[in-house]
């Protein structure tokens, strides 16, 4: 069964700059999985960030931004600001029409 | 505004049904694809299943295929998931998407299924 990963849990300190990875337990990922990354704080709906490896969603701040860095992608939040605590999930698009969405990354400003 | 608004929610017995519905506004309806993805309490987002903007086209997680059916009715905007031998781990905030570029733009508010004697 492929599975999508992402670190459980992240630390950034307000100001610095941390970068998530989302990588695929059956191989590389690549641009043809689209990834994509999500927002949630508890309680609340996602909110889309980045789509398509590297394209923001209309409202998000250029801090945030998509590549693929070492056949993962990644997530990249630079000037961390403390509403940034949230979670974080990467989703790829995979053959035959499927979505993964990978558990999720607890992201803590302090 | 684009908006996604879900409902059908409720509490439901193992082995129940339940049809959720996600009405659609602000965006040419007809020609998204739409998902549908859950959230079991304290746990992390799960893709559900997806329609093509047509209908024709669907697709379904392992985990769903067989007693979950998605479909869509683009002269009212809404896309539905049809929800059968619901068991416990069904349990789950269901929110629909709509799609760009092969993944999730926008969100609904969620609708909560319980599944519980």
């Known amino acids: 069964q492929t599975v999508v990963t992402q670190e459980p849990s992240f630390s950034v300190s307000p100001g610095g700059t941390v970068t998530l990875t989302c990588g695929l337990s059956s191989g590389p990922i690549s641009t043809t999985h689209y990834p994509s990354w999500y927002q949630q704080t508890p309680g609340q709906s996602p909110r889309t960030l980045i789509y398509d490896t590297g394209t923001r969603s209309s409202g998000v701040p250029d801090r945030f931004s998509g590549s693929i860095l070492e056949n993962k992608a990644a997530l990249t939040i630079t000037g961390a600001q403390a509403d940034d605590e949230s979670y974080y999930y990467c989703a790829l698009f995979m053959p035959g029409g499927i979505s993964l969405i990978g558990a999720g990354t607890r992201l803590t400003v302090l | 505004e684009e908006q996604l608004v879900e409902s059908g929610g409720g509490l439901v017995q193992p082995g129940g049904s339940l049809r959720l519905s996600c009405a659609a506004s602000g965006f040419t309806f007809s020609i998204y694809v739409m998902s549908w993805v859950r959230q079991a309490p304290g746990k992390g987002l799960e893709w559900v299943s997806a329609v093509s903007g047509s209908g024709i086209n669907t697709y379904y997680a392992d985990s769903v295929k067989g007693r979950f059916t998605v479909f869509r009715d683009n002269s009212k905007n809404t896309a539905y998931l049809q929800i059968d031998s619901l068991r416990a781990e069904d349990t789950a905030v269901y929110y629909c998407?709509?799609?760009?570029?092969?993944?999730?733009?926008?969100w609904g508010q969620g609708t909560l299924v319980s599944v519980s004697s």
């Open positions: 998407a709509k799609d760009r570029a092969y993944a999730f733009e926008t």
